[in-house]
Structures are given as C-alpha cells and as structure tokens.
C-alpha cells in the first residue's frame, strides 16, 4: 500500500531524527555570530562557549511542563500554540536577568517531546523564542545551544545568561525603611487571562479587550529596560513579580527585614484595567493584582527623592517592621491576610 507522503503539518518529531528535527529549528533562531554577541563558539561542537563581559555571569534557569505550566487546551477552548510556550520560556527567563538590573547575553534550551508531536509545533517554538528576545528588546541575545529528547509530555527548560556590564546588581535585600516602593510593568493582567483560559466562554467571543489579557497570560511582557535602569538610578532592592505582588513583595521584604506598605490608591488604576475580565466573570480585579503571577513586572525600591526611571510608578513605601509585626506586606498599614485579604495569605 502505497504511504501518505508527509507534510510538515502532519509530520511528527517521531518522524525525524534528532538532526532532521535541529535541522529545521536552527534557521529560526539568532545563534549569534553577529556584531556584540556573547557567542563565541554557537552548536555544532559538545559544548558552546560564551564571552563573560566583565568577568562574572548572571545565570538562572527556568522549566514549563505541559499540565503544570500550561494546558495544550484550555476550557476556553484555546490551544497552546508552540509560540505561545516558545515565548513565554523565554520571557521568564529573560525576566530574572532583567530583575537583577541585568541584559541577558545568551539562552541554552533544552526540549522534552512526545513523538506525536507535529514538526510544525517545535518550529512555531522556535519562533516564539526568537519573537519574544526581539521584542522584548533582549537585542544582545543569542542562542547558544540546546538538547532535544523525547519523553510522555512537553516539557521546555531555558537556562539564560546575562552580564551587569560593571555595575552591581540589584539584590532583594538592600530596601531601606523610608524608600519609595515602585512598579514598572503590569500586575494581575496575566492572571485575569488565565481566569478566561480557565472559563467555558469561548474565547471566540471574546472582545479585543479580553483577548489582550489572555494574550499576555501566554506571552508576557516583562519590562526589559526597566531593570538596567532601575540599577542605574540605584535601586536599592528589586525582584520581578512572577508569584504575585504580595508573596513576591512579603520575599523582598523579608530579605530586607522591611514592611513594605502599598497605597490602595495607587493599586486601583492597576485593578481597573482587569475589568473586561471581572465583569464578564464577576471576579474581584484587585484580587487579581495583588495574587496574580506571570506579568512579569518588576517591584524595585528607590531612595527617597530619586526620580523614578521611566516605567516606573510609585505604590508604596518602606518602613520599619513594628514592634509586634515582622517584615511583610500591607496595604495603608493593614497587614495583608487579615481581615478582607485572608484569600492572599501564604
Ligand atoms: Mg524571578
């Protein structure tokens, strides 16, 4: 009988070798080589080899398994594109450099398949890699190199370089009773977009207002100059807020052994934004705010009268933990977890 000749929609990774598979993704990518790339040596031998600027590396890394990380389909009825989970893998990681007040320099990428997998998904994840390092303006970013391997579900690991370019970074725990506590970036966008992934409104019907939350749930837009220059208006501590601005704003509080205090005043425009999705879903937009991960926004601390960076709002400030409380968070100094905010509590 004779066989279905393949096309590269119904072509699977169990299909190709692991070559044919790199083949057809390494054309996507920027491996580097260019003017200012940290690569020095891209793939083709067992190991890549990257310049170190100024002498030391920040290194992090960071792991989306299918079903914990994301659905392949939600209950919208969206699917997960490979460019969607190409970008965001990206974007995180890209985030943590940019959260020590760095630039990333290179990413390494490592992808768990299931043979069914068709070819076109890990090309469309290559091309939501490259998307999301020129959009995001990571302009000195490469690919370094990769792994490819099967397995029962999809599974990417990015692990990502970045230089500080001579400055210090900027560590969680230099905030300072009396400093100005900012936002650069969005906060609880991503999760109203994952609470209308996680609804049975179909996301069909979704109006252009809806569909931009649940855009930025699937490739977030971490602000990517917003953390060199918060380090060179000296920020005194900062992290990005990938668990939500509470729990990620109590673990730079308590590595400072600060309150930080936040104004409702300057959380409701952040709330207000969220209201295609809490009304449609009668939800609570500022519990979105204050719990919702993912928007990969950046929470800094600056001295008091530093003109904040371009990017940045001011939400609250730094004070001393009182005598009977300990470093966390609250909101015009009532602690969060007590009271209306119990649903928030670690
Ligand atoms: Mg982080």
Request: proline share 7%.
């Amino acid at each position: 009988m004779p066989e279905i000749p393949l096309t590269e929609e119904t072509l699977t990774v169990a299909g190709l070798s692991e070559a044919e598979v790199l083949a057809r993704i390494f054309p996507r990518l920027d491996m580097g080589g260019s003017h200012g790339s940290a690569t020095l040596l891209g793939p083709g031998d067992d190991a890549a080899i990257v310049s170190a600027p100024d002498g030391r590396t920040l290194i992090s890394i960071d792991t989306q398994t299918q079903d914990q990380d994301f659905r392949p389909e939600w209950p919208s009825g969206y699917r997960t594109t490979g460019f969607d989970v190409g970008w965001k893998a990206a974007a995180q990681n890209l985030s943590d450099i940019n959260a020590m007040g760095g630039a990333a320099t290179s990413l390494v990428v490592s992808l768990t398949l299931p043979p069914e997998i068709p070819v076109s998904w890990v090309v469309d994840l290559a091309d939501g890699l490259t998307a999301a390092i020129r959009e995001l303006g990571a302009s000195h970013c490469s690919v370094a190199g990769g792994d490819l391997g099967r397995g029962r579900e999809i599974s990417v690991t990015v692990a990502v370089l970045g230089t500080l370019s001579g400055g210090m970074a900027v560590l969680r725990s230099g905030a300072r009773s009396g400093d100005v506590v900012a936002l650069a970036g969005t906060a609880g966008r991503a999760a109203a977009g994952l609470a209308l992934l996680e609804s049975e409104t179909s996301v069909q019907s979704l109006t252009p207002a809806q569909r931009a939350l649940v855009e930025l749930q699937c490739r977030p837009r971490p602000p990517l100059s917003a953390g060199p220059l918060a380090r060179a208006a000296g920020a005194t501590a900062m992290l990005d807020i990938s668990d939500g601005l509470v729990r990620d704003g109590g673990r730079l509080a308590a590595a400072s052994g600060v309150v930080l205090d936040l104004d409702p005043a300057a959380l409701k425009p952040l709330a207000e934004a969220l209201r295609p999705a809490s009304d449609l879903l009668a939800a609570d937009p500022m519990a979105w705010v204050l719990g919702g991960g993912e928007d990969h926004g950046l929470l800094a601390t600056f001295p008091p009268g530093v003109r904040l960076p371009p990017g940045f709002t001011a939400i609250g400030s730094v004070q001393a933990p009182g005598s009977t409380t300990g470093p966390g968070v609250t909101i015009a100094g009532h602690a969060v977890g007590t009271g209306g905010w119990d649903h928030f509590a670690d």
